[in-house]
C-alpha cells in the first residue's frame, strides 16, 4: 500500500490496530529536527535555503532559523567567501555528483558575539534529482567535529614538545 501525501495509508494501518496508534511514528522533518549534525535543504536554481535544523543553525553562529530560510547559499552565509564552500556547492549543482569533506575547516559568523570561529566537519553535498534527472536542489549533512579536531592538534603538540624536550 503507497502512502499518500495525506498519510491515508498509514491511518488505515492505525484503525486496522488500534494499538499502533499509540505508536505514532515521527515525521522526517521531526527526525530530522533533532539529528546530532548539521541539515541543510537547498532548492531550486538560485539553492535557496528551505529547510534547516536546529544544529545547522547552531554550528553557523546564526541565532535564529530565518537568518538562513529563503536566502541563497551565498546570501545567507557570506562570510565563506574564499573559503571554496560556493564553489563546492556550485559544482555539485553544475556536475549532478556528491560532494564529500573529510574534516573542511570552515569559518562561521558568530551573531550573539561577532567573532570569526572556525570548526571543522565532514560533510555531504548530495545533490536532488528528479525522475528526468533535473536538479530540485541540494541536500548537505554535516557533522561537527571541531572538538574532536582541536583536541587531536593540541595532543599532537604536546607529542612533538614532548619529543623535541626528550632528544634535547
Request: net charge negative.
Amino acid at each position: 500500500m503507497a502512502t499518500t501525501p495525506s498519510g491515508t495509508a498509514q491511518k488505515e494501518r492505525q484503525e486496522a490496530n488500534p494499538a499502533a496508534s499509540r505508536f505514532e511514528q515521527p515525521s522526517v522533518e521531526a527526525l530530522l529536527a533533532h539529528a546530532p549534525a548539521a541539515i541543510v535543504l537547498l532548492s531550486g536554481p538560485e539553492l535557496r535555503c528551505t529547510y534547516v535544523n536546529e544544529m545547522a543553525v547552531h554550528v553557523t553562529g546564526r541565532v535564529s532559523a530565518e537568518q538562513l530560510l529563503g536566502f541563497t547559499f551565498r546570501e545567507g552565509l557570506p562570510e565563506l567567501e574564499g573559503t571554496g564552500v560556493y564553489e563546492i556547492v556550485e559544482d555539485v549543482a553544475r556536475s549532478r555528483q556528491p560532494f564529500r569533506g573529510r574534516e573542511f575547516k570552515i569559518p562561521f559568523l558568530q551573531f550573539e558575539t561577532g567573532i570569526l570561529a572556525e570548526r571543522y566537519f565532514d560533510f555531504v553535498c548530495q545533490p536532488m534529482l528528479d525522475s528526468s534527472g533535473t536538479l530540485n536542489g541540494i541536500f548537505i549533512h554535516a557533522v561537527d567535529l571541531t572538538d574532536r579536531v582541536l583536541s587531536r592538534k593540541a595532543l599532537e603538540t604536546s607529542q612533538e614538545r614532548l619529543r623535541l624536550a626528550h632528544e634535547a
